[in-house]
């Protein structure tokens, strides 16, 4: 059964800090690898996806690594914003193809403070 | 990409009844998605749905509890049934989107308290 665990639970830097976020997952068995942003009592904004062939992805501030052979990857924000400040979710889709959910690490609850 | 709406948003419900969760896309898809989040925890998902069939539920979950219906390609309801306060939690619909690598999207979430 996949496992996935984000370290550290929980975060508080300074505005302007260069951070980097943790996923790791027990089986690398995976079609792809997806960072989610959830803001407090709302849905889940897909941030970046990484495919398993691939080895990172970005977008603005953002960049994700995977290295699948690990089991990992890890979600870099560069100079960090207040508004940055949210939970940060990664989750991986299995490589059977009948099955298509994701399965959830439990979050890094980023603060940036201004 | 693709735009869910969930509704209701939020609701507070009481002890014993039921309440429907509905999903709506902008676009047809083939498969959908429903997740629970407890309270200061992460996702754990509640059942697969697919439009002409039954629902392909995860262990700990069953279908008298949380009946779905998948009547169409861009439509589904979650039903969370007699609810007791451990029902508390945000359902989240999602759905695999066409292109983009077949990213998932999740809609805004309905935000249940049950008293």
């Known amino acids: 059964k996949q496992e996935v665990t984000q370290i550290p639970a929980a975060l508080s830097v300074p505005e302007g800090e260069n951070l980097v976020l943790n996923c790791s997952f027990t089986?690398?068995?995976?079609?792809?690898l997806q960072w989610f942003r959830q803001d407090p009592g709302k849905g889940l904004t897909s941030l970046l996806l990484?495919?398993?062939?691939?080895r990172e992805q970005t977008s603005g501030r953002l960049n994700a690594s995977l290295d699948k052979s690990s089991g990992r990857s890890t979600l870099y924000i560069a100079a960090s914003q207040p508004g940055d400040s949210a939970t940060y979710l990664c989750?991986?889709?299995?490589?059977?193809?009948?099955?298509?959910?994701?399965?959830f690490g439990s979050g890094t609850r980023l603060q940036v403070q201004p | 990409s693709a735009v869910i709406s969930q509704k209701p948003s939020r609701d507070i419900c009481q002890r014993g009844t039921s309440l429907t969760i509905q999903c709506q896309v902008d676009?047809?898809?083939?498969?959908m998605f429903w997740y629970r989040q407890q309270p200061g925890q992460s996702l754990t998902l509640i059942a697969t749905?697919?439009?002409?069939?039954?629902?392909?539920?995860e262990s700990g979950f069953v279908i008298d509890k949380f009946p779905i219906s998948r009547p169409n390609l861009t439509f589904s309801t979650l039903t969370v049934s007699n609810m007791s306060p451990e029902d508390s939690s945000i359902y989240l619909c999602?759905?695999?989107?066409?292109?983009?690598?077949?990213?998932?999207?999740f809609g805004e979430g309905s935000w249940l308290t049950v008293v």
């Open positions: 999602s759905v695999e989107g066409t292109g983009h690598g077949n990213t998932i999207y």
């Open positions: 990484i495919q398993s062939s691939q």
């Open positions: 676009s047809q898809v083939t498969m």
């Open positions: 989750a991986v889709r299995p490589m059977d193809t009948g099955r298509r959910a994701l399965t």
């Open positions: 089986d690398s068995a995976i079609y792809n």
């Open positions: 749905a697919n439009q002409g069939s039954e629902a392909t539920y």
